[in-house]
């Protein structure tokens, strides 16, 4: 054998093995790594496919992967609209914090979790609606829950004013341990009534809003019309006043030199 032959074989000895991903091995650690929620879109392009494959097979991934019946795991596969994230199970919250030197803070006070939960049954709200529902001002809490990035502004209703609407975001869903706002507890039968009558107030409301606006625009245009009216007629009778005659003769009371003239006769 060559020397070239030889180097070639050495050569081939030492190169690297080639490396074989498994999708389910490298996405729990791209997901680990990243510790908050990745698109679908970012490990369609990591694991060479189209999301929508990428999707289906994390979906079904993850029915494995939270089987309570499978392997004993203290995280869990959570798959949200666009994205997919692991965390932590709920059960092992005290262990965690204890571990880690993580005090208990953060908690969310009646008044937020009221307007939450309010917010999250019927989305998107606006904050007329909560007020409605709560019975009082939930500015405060709506803007802590904004602040800690559990709602947010979704747009806006199409009515005179344009109040903006809110919704839960998908930090909600991940604190609560959700895929998505479907798999929400159902609401009592008490509170489904009372969410039905007060959208249906608002309903009402805004109808008779949008009667009103429409009866003062008629009653505008028909003032408007009525002062152009009256503006013609006017302009009309000073016309008359001047044609054909001398007005200030006629209409004037001041005496003629003809008055001085006494008849004698």
Known sequence: MSEIENKATENEDLAE?????????????????????????????????????????????????????????????????????????EHYLHEIRDALGIRKSGTLSTAAMETLAVVAYNQPVTRVF???????????AMNSLIDRGLIECVGRLDVPGRPMQYGTTSDFLRCFGLKSIEDLPSASE???????????????????????????????????????QTANDSTDTDGDVGEGTNSDTELSDEPSAEDDIIDVD
Not at 35 to 51: K, N, Q
Not at 134 to 140: E, F, H, I, L, T
Not at 195 to 202: G, I, P
Not at 214 to 228: H, R
């Open 17 to 89: 093995p080639e490396r074989i991903v498994v999708f389910e091995e490298g996405l729990e650690a791209v997901l680990f790594a990243a510790g908050h929620p990745v698109s679908y879109a970012t490990l369609a392009r990591v694991f060479d496919m189209t999301p929508s494959k990428v999707k289906d097979k994390i979906f079904e991934y993850a029915i494995k992967y939270n089987d309570p019946k499978g392997f004993p795991r203290g995280v869990m596969l959570l798959t949200y609209g666009e994205s997919c994230q692991l965390c932590t199970k």
């Open 130 to 140: 909560v007020d409605t529902i709560r019975k009082v001002d939930s500015s405060y």
């Open 190 to 228: 008490e509170l489904v009534n009372m969410f039905e009558k007060t959208r249906e107030k608002e309903e009402a409301e805004r109808n008779q809003d949008d009667n009103q606006i429409t009866i003062d625009d008629v009653e505008s245009e028909e003032t408007a019309e009525n002062i152009e």
